[in-house]
């Protein structure tokens, strides 16, 4: 019955659409991206997440008026998602910062540039002959262009002197770099998303691919349509959207995921889907000691973990993880993709490890439609800040503070004395904030992110914002971190400024300026310049009069390295679609596979010699030993806060396909907030019965660092004792009640997992 | 054509009928078209716009007893709900509040309790508006839909899919939607 209707209805409203074909437009407010011939194009990149599509802004006099997707671009080949259609909203919108404020008398006030660059540059240089460097700091972003986080560490790292350079993919990729240098030797992925065309099985883990990276998932969606046969296992505690392409969906309690990654491991080795010459031949098997085991030593640890043993911690059917691992082995070819899910937690590492394990384990790595692919979540966390070095430990171009010729050959590109970069890393992100809370940084430059907003446990760190000297460089006012600045600069928004973005598939992609900045807004490249200059850094800071000399400057750090981008100078960059690094030179069209053949850095160096040994990938990273990789034997770790008695519920957040982070973009179109207008807590129904929760009512969602009062949301996404909060609402800002704890190897923290109560409001 | 059940048979064969007259008047311009899919559908507890146009003493108990006004008047001179209490989704939503006041208010029958779990409504996507089917990712109707992957789901080629029988109308979909007009279109029938 249901079927023949649902026909019919088609049918109807084909029908529908052909007649309303016949009279006017129906299209209203979108008849200017259609009547294109008046209008100035440029391909540029997206400025949401982290997959890095290519979109054609549309400029008319001197306005982005429309923005729609490049059709020449591999990433999207033209589609887009929602959000970006409306990205013209945000840059003309009135929520746009168009002067530098100075807090006066407790009040934010308009200043002149030459005022406010003045008094920043004076409180700096006092802090700093008064507490030294490190009483000053610097936190980025992800979303910051590669030559703007570039000119920040020169400022903060190779003249300040000091280390304390972070950023937020601290917050989100941290324990996917961690997990690959430990694992692969190398960090960011060995394929590219064209290997999602050639896959014929996919683990998506603790990602909602659907909304968090539409496009991937579209990618994946158009490739099962083709191939039916293409399997798909879906590890996540909640129902999303992702579930619709999904074949078996695992749900295991928040946090309690890494047994179910040994037990695969298990089924794999038991049932006969190892790969043992892979094995041997282009691995160790060691301990979280980092001592070296034997396969066999390797099969005795597993069999702590039983399909049977895991479902007791995860709550996942031990059928289930078997028929998981099954799927995994018997394809051909697999890839496993993930986010967030993995990432913000404390065992985040492990995790990583894990599931590049199921890969090394089964040769599953290396070969098209093959790989472990993280997802990133920002446009340029790994372009700008894992490849520029913008966090702690490192310095341009895959460089690391403690090492000695690293910081010489840095610091003579910088044109400033090797001493001047110091050689014990800075502070980690929750490090950082806890010392300005200590009063032991007393002045932040904040850039291009919403930490007061974003920081798990934020209130927390409200203190130290509130009290120590605070520059936040903004395209938009108010966010919550502007509220506690001293100091507000109008930095230039997307498409008023050039510049490169790298994105997850290891693809830099140039941008352009299409329009100027509005107000008085100035490129956050040159901000830092100037205040540079102000600061006395004249000398080290003259020469940087483009983009282009920066992006150059950048580029020779990367010669030699794994990520050589010498092949890609913005001549190439404003031509093609991106290139995928390694790229040594400019004729060379960019790696598709990292470690093997095809891989120049491979087929120059370490082709012959793994050919001798019957190898057929050396993984030659900075963190791997003889071009092998490492199968980690990792136990399992409870999260930092297991729920109980007092607060029964396991709180995750996330994302909705709508907005993005801390809606200071997508919070200036009214058909997205239309969308999704405020936040909720989605709660299983079971629960809601058991609380006496009703749908749309208002609920206290309560965890041991604060509470917040939300509509609920009753529907059977979550699991049971599971709740789920989207972070985007600065009125309801979940970030309050999630954990700080974090990964003591990535200093990522657990916003995944929290204790929580709910109760009536 | 039999309205007076609100089952699978009397909608199948409503819509054939309503296939066939379009099929027959494929020149029908777009005001007839709006006319014929609005966004404006009855309060629940109403039968039919036949029998609630028939029923209705326009005393408005509803439209002043609704907990979230999302009950109104029509004011659209040349529809024949005019003057009528109807909901506008994309605007209001009705809630299916527990106690249902709007139908205990209402004197006359024209809302009554045996039809209070649903809207008569009929939900239809145009494919000119909606972003999906113009290679602009969205499913924000699928996943705001209280009954997201029954009454709305995404079909294969990641496009949202109504299914009528399904559907209890609250227009949750009509209001979310993030086009500049909605583009899902419900109509009373």
């Known amino acids: 019955m249901k079927k023949i209707s649902r026909k019919e209805f088609i049918k109807t409203s084909a029908a529908v659409s052909a007649a309303a074909g016949i009279g006017v437009s129906l299209f209203p407010g979108m008849t200017y991206a259609k009547n294109s011939s008046s209008m100035n194009w440029h391909k540029s990149v997206c400025r949401y997440c982290g997959v890095g599509c290519g979109v054609m802004v549309g400029e008319k006099d001197g306005k982005v008026v429309a923005v729609k997707g490049d059709e020449l671009n591999p990433i999207n080949k033209g589609h887009l998602c929602v959000k970006s259609l409306y990205l013209p909203k945000a840059i003309n919108s009135k929520t746009r910062l168009a002067h530098p404020m100075i807090r006066k008398n407790g009040k934010l006030e308009k200043a002149s540039w030459e005022e406010a660059l003045d008094l920043v540059a004076k409180k700096f240089n006092q802090i700093r002959k008064a507490h030294g460097g490190n009483a000053l700091a610097f936190y980025g972003s992800g979303q910051a262009e590669t030559e703007e986080t570039y000119m920040a560490n020169k400022l903060f790292k190779g003249c300040i002197g000091t280390n304390n350079v972070e950023g937020n993919p601290r917050l989100c990729m941290a324990s996917a770099v961690g997990g690959y240098l430990t694992s692969l030797g190398a960090d960011e992925p060995a394929g590219l998303y064209e290997d999602i065309e050639k896959s014929e099985m996919f683990l998506l883990v603790g990602s909602n691919t659907a909304e968090a990276h539409p496009i991937v998932f579209e990618r994946i969606m158009r490739h099962k349509n083709k191939n039916p046969n293409v399997k798909i296992v879906v590890i996540d505690p909640r129902k999303t959207p992702t579930d619709q392409v999904g074949d078996l969906h695992l749900f295991p309690n928040p946090g309690f995921d890494l047994a179910i990654f040994n037990a695969m491991a298990f089924v794999l080795i038991n049932e006969g889907y190892a790969d043992k010459s892979f094995v041997e031949k282009h691995t160790f098997i060691k301990d979280n000691k980092k001592n070296i085991h034997t396969f066999e030593d390797y099969k005795k640890f597993l069999e702590d973990f039983t399909p049977e043993k895991a479902e007791k911690i995860s709550g996942v ?29 404390i065992g985040g590492v492990w995790a990583n490890n894990l599931i590049h394990n199921l890969h090394l384990l089964t040769g599953k790595i290396g070969v098209p439609g093959s790989d472990s692919f993280s997802l990133t979540g920002q446009p340029n966390a790994c372009g700008g800040v894992r490849e520029g070095g913008g966090l702690c430990h490192l310095l341009p171009g895959h460089h690391l503070v403690v090492k000695e010729a690293h910081r010489k050959k840095v610091a003579k590109v910088w044109g400033v004395p090797a001493s001047n970069i110091q050689p014990k890393p800075g502070k980690h992100t929750i490090a950082m904030f806890s010392a300005l809370n200590a009063g032991e940084i007393k002045g932040i430059y904040i850039m291009c992110t919403n930490p007061a907003h974003s920081l798990p446990n934020s209130r927390k760190y409200w203190k130290g914002l509130k009290e120590q000297f605070v520059v936040v460089a903004e395209s938009f006012f108010p966010t919550m971190t502007t509220e506690y600045a001293d100091v507000v600069l109008p930095a230039a928004f997307w498409t008023e400024k050039e510049g490169v973005y790298g994105c997850t598939e290891r693809r830099s992609q140039y941008m352009p300026k299409v329009v100027e900045p509005q107000g008085e807004a100035i490129w956050d490249a040159f901000i830092l310049r100037d205040l540079a200059k102000k600061m006395g850094f004249d000398k080290e800071f003259a020469k940087y009069e483009t983009a282009e000399i920066m992006w150059d400057e950048y580029r020779g ?205 | 054509m039999d309205k007076k059940t609100h089952t699978a048979l009397s909608r199948k064969s409503f819509f054939k009928e309503f296939v066939q007259h379009f099929s027959e008047e494929m020149k029908l311009d777009t005001s007839q078209y709006n006319e014929m899919f609005q966004s404006v559908t009855l309060p629940p507890g109403a039968k039919s716009v036949e029998d609630y146009i028939e029923k209705c003493n326009k005393c408005y108990d509803c439209v002043s007893v609704c907990p979230h006004s999302s009950i109104r008047v029509r004011h659209d001179e040349n529809e024949k709900l005019s003057g009528f209490p109807i909901i506008e989704p994309r605007l209001e939503t009705c809630q299916f509040c527990d106690d249902r006041l709007c139908v205990e208010s209402c004197k006359t029958d024209a809302l009554s309790s045996s039809f209070q779990d649903n809207i008569v409504s009929e939900l239809n996507i145009d494919k000119e508006i909606c972003h999906s089917f113009n290679e602009r990712l969205c499913y924000t109707c699928v996943t705001n839909c209280p009954k997201t992957g029954e009454a709305i789901a995404m079909n294969k080629k990641g496009n949202p899919e109504i299914n009528n029988e399904l559907c209890n109308g609250c227009g949750i979909c009509i209001q979310v939607c993030p086009a500049e007009e909605s583009a899902i279109k419900i109509k009373s029938y």
């Not at chain 1, 809606?663 to 629960?687: C, F, W």
Request: glycine fraction near 6%; proline fraction near 9%.
């Open chain 1, 317 to 345: 059917p031990a059928q289930q993880i078997i028929k998981a691992a099954r799927m995994f082995g018997k394809a051909k070819t697999s890839m496993s993709l993930w986010t967030m899910g993995l990432n913000q937690r």
């Open chain 1, 557 to 761: 750090l990367t010669a030699g390295k794994d990520m050589n981008l010498m092949g890609a100078p913005y001549s190439r960059l404003k031509k093609v679609r991106g290139l995928t690094w390694p790229v040594p030179t400019e004729d060379h069209p960019g790696t598709y596979k990292r470690f093997t053949d095809g891989d120049p850095i491979y087929d120059s160096k370490w082709s012959s010699k793994a050919k001798s040994d019957g190898r057929r990938m050396w993984f030659y990273g900075p963190k791997a030993k003889d071009g092998k990789a490492t199968i980690w034997m990792r136990p399992h770790k409870d999260p930092a806060e297991v729920p109980s008695k007092e607060y029964p519920y396991a709180l995750t957040t996330g994302r909705v396909l709508e907005h993005w982070h801390t809606l200071t973009m997508t919070g200036t179109s009214p058909q997205l907030n239309r969308a999704v207008p405020k936040a909720y807590v989605e709660i299983h129904p079971s629960d809601a019965k058991k609380e006496g929760i009703k749908n749309k009512e208002m609920v206290l969602v309560e965890s041991p660092r604060g509470k917040l009062e939300i509509e609920a949301r009753v529907i059977d996404r979550p699991i049971p004792g599971t709740i789920f909060v989207p972070w985007h609402w600065p009125e309801s800002p979940i970030n309050v009640l999630c954990n700080d704890a974090f990964d003591p190897g990535s200093k990522e923290p657990e916003y995944k997992v929290a204790a929580a109560k709910i109760t009536k409001a």
